[in-house]
DNA sequence: ACAATTTTTTAGCTTTGTCTAAATTTATTT
DNA sequence: AAATAAATTTAGACAAAGCTAAAAAATTGT
């Protein structure tokens, strides 16, 4: 990816990625309140951060209008993204981590600067397309499948994908899962939908289970999407 | 390991690995001027950096009197080159980098905190007790065994051991240890050693060779040695 | 439309880690 | 043992990234 040829510090690259991502939930220019609260810092520190990224063509900013990222910004978010997720992966598929724990140790290792190494990290881990949580990883150009993570319950019926992730992550709900042989990376089919309740008949390893509405509006499927 | 409850910054971790490998050449306190040029900073930035230190406890200072790690200071120290030869092994058997190709990105992956990361690289890496470059990998605890590495022509005759560094890596010499069929890795016995002029038989992968002193004094051996 | 509220920015201060220049202590040398 | 040199510390400044409090702009409600 972009290499981008000028430093930047731990801070920065911390704010490009939260105006990524709230530029992706509300699409046009963000807030300066919303990064502060994001950013777990105050809209002061924000304004003063926002310049900053303006001088160096990261973001496009008129006082009082919002923020958002230029082509430049957008690609080194995208960079760091690629990282976090490609991290991710190491840590579930390598370390053992689960899917849920890898977070916090990803955001460290998102800002660790060597090309070579997240190229050598890449194949190592044979090019996933996507982290454990079923986001799409960017490739080198930034480029990436749009999100192919949807929950069961807005997928049609004969989809098929590999269960990635939960809305819901109570004790109770994981329990749940535990009783019906349902766990991440495992591969379901939805067979039936029902009009009345919303119920959905899926195929798992030990066979055709019946899950409430409730239930699959909670489940991710990553869907099985040739390309 | 010492699971340190305060928290570090990135600086101070470097200037207590600076003085930690300081004092290993040294033995006794380490004077302000070499801790500079070593961080390439100035004698005046070390001077107020030690005071931080010394009020954290992490090293023992006295004013024109130099300075030398406590034992906090010390398990800090070990932990964090446990972490960076951790992580050259990584990058060296995972990812196929060479051996003198990862100092400076373990440099960025030493200061990554997570104690459940580096327990499952170890065991991901199967609990190795040296680095790519011969240098023992301390324990969680802080211990390891003494240097294992030594040069050829420092060994005694019948040693054996596993070919990890080199001292010069000019050209020249890398170029004469590919045309000899010397690789990092291998393993080597010392089958014998002229009075006359310092040469020495090596047992290789291909037969028995004769190095000169020269090329002796320049390959570290990683004694095979029974714990 | 204009007053009240919310959002955003400005101004000035703090901390961390650095620097330069000057002062002080220690070491060396005759 | 005094003089010179070297090493170290102090004092004062600066940039980054944050904060608080106050001012300014934008939005909302009636």
Not at 12 to 31: F, R, T
Not at 90 to 119: G, P, R, T, Y
Not at 190 to 210: C, H, K, N, P, Q
Request: aromatic residues 8%; proline residues 3%; negative net charge.
């Amino acid at each position: 990816m972009l290499l981008y040829y000028f430093e930047m510090t731990l801070s920065e690259e911390d704010y490009i990625k939260a105006i990524y991502h709230l530029s992706q939930i509300d699409s046009k220019s963000v807030a300066t309140n919303a990064i502060a609260e994001q950013m777990k810092t105050k809209p002061s520190s924000v304004t003063d951060m926002v310049k900053k990224l303006s001088e160096k063509s990261l973001v496009k900013y008129k006082k009082y209008q919002g923020v958002s990222l230029s082509e430049k910004g957008r690609l080194v978010a995208l960079s760091i993204i690629r990282k976090h997720r490609l991290w991710e992966v190491f840590l579930v598929d390598k370390l053992n981590f689960s899917w849920d724990e890898v977070h916090e140790v990803a955001e460290q290792l998102e800002h660790i600067k060597s090309d070579a190494l997240i190229d050598k990290l890449d194949a190592h881990l044979g090019f996933p397309k996507v982290d454990p949580h079923g986001d799409p990883i960017p490739n080198k150009e930034g480029f990436f499948t749009k999100s192919v993570k949807k929950l069961i319950s807005e997928l049609p019926v004969l989809s098929e994908g590999v269960c990635v992730g939960v809305n819901d992550s109570s004790v109770t709900f994981l329990k749940f899962l535990d009783k019906n042989n349902i766990a991440l990376g495992d591969t379901f089919k939805i067979l039936d939908r029902e009009e009345f309740d919303g119920s959905v008949t899926i195929l798992t390893r030990v066979g055709a289970i019946r899950i409430s509405e409730q239930i699959a509006s909670n489940l991710f499927l990553e869907i099985v999407d040739e390309e």
